[in-house]
């Protein structure tokens, strides 16, 4: 299995612009995770779903983001309009269910907000 | 709510054991996890323990939990270089969200 693909890797754009982060989940995986690492915060869950449904979002910092998943292959995360304080890296994990012990990570979006 | 603690920098000569302590909160965890980041990657998860387990030992890697005082430790004997990175010690409660640490960077000194 290839794991949790994310992309882009990398991503630089300009305050007030759209970012689009996109994650594919292992396959079989029934659960997502959307977290943010920064230096000051560390690692902070932005949102999780379970087959495809919403669980919790209230790790999401504002209305400006926003996280989608239309189907159990994929989901977004959107930041719209961006600011520079949401510079960050953004991973997806996946996980079989949210009973089961283990999360797979991926490698990782670096977003830088100038 | 939830937290979890650990030192942030921890430096060793190659070859020494080395000692990576977290401490959690959460009474109710019922696993706790280990994870390595190295720069510019992911989160791979090396390890993790049930909450009614005292240890576990994965050829270098030995995890020890001290469930009454909520203080877990993660031992990685013959520290190679290759062991440099920042390590997570993650908990959760069954049906509950991870709650990671601050994570721990680990260098290793020739």
């Known amino acids: 299995d290839a794991g949790v693909i994310q992309s882009p890797r990398h991503e630089v754009t300009e305050m007030g612009q759209e970012v689009t982060l996109r994650c594919k989940p292992i396959?079989?995986?029934?659960?997502l995770f959307w977290y943010r690492q920064t230096m000051m915060r560390g690692l902070e869950l932005l949102i999780y779903?379970?087959?495809?449904?919403?669980?919790?979002d209230s790790g999401m910092p504002e209305d400006r983001f926003s996280a989608k998943m239309p189907n159990a292959s994929f989901s977004t995360l959107k930041i719209q309009p961006s600011e520079p304080r949401d510079s960050a890296v953004y991973f997806c994990?996946?996980?079989?269910?949210?009973?089961?012990?283990?999360?797979?990570f991926g490698p990782g979006t670096r977003l830088t907000v100038l | 709510g939830e937290d979890v603690e650990q030192s942030l920098f921890l430096s060793v000569r190659e070859g020494d054991s080395s000692v990576i302590n977290c401490t959690y909160t959460?009474?109710?965890?019922?696993?706790l996890y280990w994870y390595k980041q190295e720069p510019g990657a992911g989160l791979q998860l090396l390890t993790y323990?049930?909450?009614?387990?005292d240890m576990k030992q994965d050829q270098r890697l030995t995890v020890l939990l001290n469930k009454k005082d909520k203080h877990l430790s993660l031992r990685i004997a013959d520290t190679q270089t290759g062991d440099s990175a920042i390590y997570f010690c993650?908990?959760?409660?069954?049906?509950?969200?991870?709650?990671f640490g601050p994570g721990t960077r680990l260098s290793v000194l020739p």
């Open positions: 994990a996946s996980s079989p269910d949210l009973s089961t012990d283990t999360q797979y």
């Open positions: 396959s079989g995986h029934n659960s």
């Open positions: 779903f379970n087959n495809n449904v919403p669980i919790d």
């Open positions: 959460d009474s109710s965890s019922t696993y």
């Open positions: 323990i049930f909450s009614n387990m």
């Open positions: 993650a908990e959760r409660a069954y049906g509950q969200n991870f709650v």
